[in-house]
């Protein structure tokens, strides 16, 4: 049942494929409880038939890391849920920005940033971590969720994968 395959990027990690990756996250978020281990950090990665230039499907409620985030949460209430906030996943240019006329837009990647990190909150996630490097999106995402009334939610800035230069909590 379990039929993921390794990441050559990074030594430890693997993914897995829909429709088995969410009964896959089940057996591992189960796996992970009987180790005693507290938290998941997920990332998504997109059908290219859902990938536009906007990462749309990166808010859908129904979408893949939403419901992840509630197979997670269900699986183990307790389990914290971290969950990566880019548009590269999501992007038909595998870019983290949206892109027209060459230029990667700051201004509506940050809104996009916005609506994909309140979605997160919203379906369960205790922390988003953006790891774009859009300018100014950690206040712009601490305002959408406060105005969502997801106040749970946790921010941290990743600005590369290794360093985590602040957490803002209301």
């Known amino acids: 049942r379990r039929r993921h395959t390794r990441c050559a990027d990074v030594t430890g990690v693997q993914t897995c494929a ?12 189960q796996e992970l409880t009987t180790l005693k281990l507290k938290a998941v950090l997920l990332f998504a990665k997109t059908d290219d038939a859902k990938k536009d230039n906007e990462g749309v ?19 183990n209430s307790e389990m914290l849920v971290l969950t990566d906030v880019a548009l590269d996943p999501f992007s038909i ?50 305002k959408a969720l406060d105005r969502s009334e997801e106040h749970t939610s946790e921010l941290q800035s990743r600005p590369h994968i290794s360093y985590a230069v602040f957490c803002l909590k209301k």
Not at 18 to 29: A, F, G, K, S
Not at 106 to 114: G, H, R, Y
Request: glycine share 8%; aromatic share 2%; charged share 25%.
């Open 93 to 142: 240019y595998g870019h983290d920005g949206i892109v027209a006329g060459g230029k990667v837009l700051n201004d509506p990647t940050v809104e996009a940033l916005c609506k994909m990190s309140v979605s997160h909150a919203r379906a369960g996630a205790d922390l988003v971590a953006p790891s774009d490097m859009m300018d100014g999106r950690i206040i712009e995402i601490r």
């Open 18 to 29: 829909l429709p088995i990756c969410l009964d896959v996250l089940e057996d591992e978020i």
């Open 57 to 75: 499907e990166s808010w859908n409620p129904d979408g893949l890391m939403q419901r992840a985030i509630k197979t997670v949460k269900a699986t």
